[in-house]
């Protein structure tokens, strides 16, 4: 079983940027699609962006269009979401996890990561 270690989050102002980053054991990865969720207190766990396991494909949730991008190393058994022009609503804990495109998650999900993002 994949084990996926998100990192990267932070306390940030409105407008500015982060790279989350999901590191994953195993020597499958590149045999998977990958996907970023985050779930924001009181909410359920929503999509955000997912990745085909070559990386030529790449989805999008609405909110996060034109200004999230998704990418993918392989050799680095990574997965990356760089977060460009953030927002308020954009605060929340971001997971990484396998994923049947475009956003059915497999099940295995990290401990996440904390993007805060003040007005």
């Known amino acids: 079983q994949v084990q996926l270690v998100e990192s990267g989050g932070g306390l940030v102002q409105a407008g500015d940027s982060l790279r989350l980053s999901c590191a994953a054991s195993?020597?499958?990865?590149?045999?998977?699609?990958m996907g970023w969720f985050r779930q924001a207190p009181g909410k359920e766990r929503e999509f955000v962006a997912s990745?085909?396991?070559?990386?030529?494909?790449?989805y999008y949730a609405d909110s996060v269009k034109g200004r999230f991008t998704i990418s993918r190393d392989n050799a680095k058994s990574t997965v990356y979401l760089q977060m460009n022009s953030l927002k308020p609503e954009d605060t929340a804990v971001y997971y990484c996890?396998?994923?049947?495109?475009?956003?059915?998650?497999?099940?295995?999900w990290g401990q996440g990561t904390q993007v805060t993002v003040s007005s």
């Open positions: 195993g020597r499958t990865f590149s045999s998977y699609a």
């Open positions: 996890t396998a994923v049947i495109l475009p956003r059915v998650s497999l099940g295995s």
């Open positions: 990745i085909s396991e070559s990386g030529s494909r790449t």
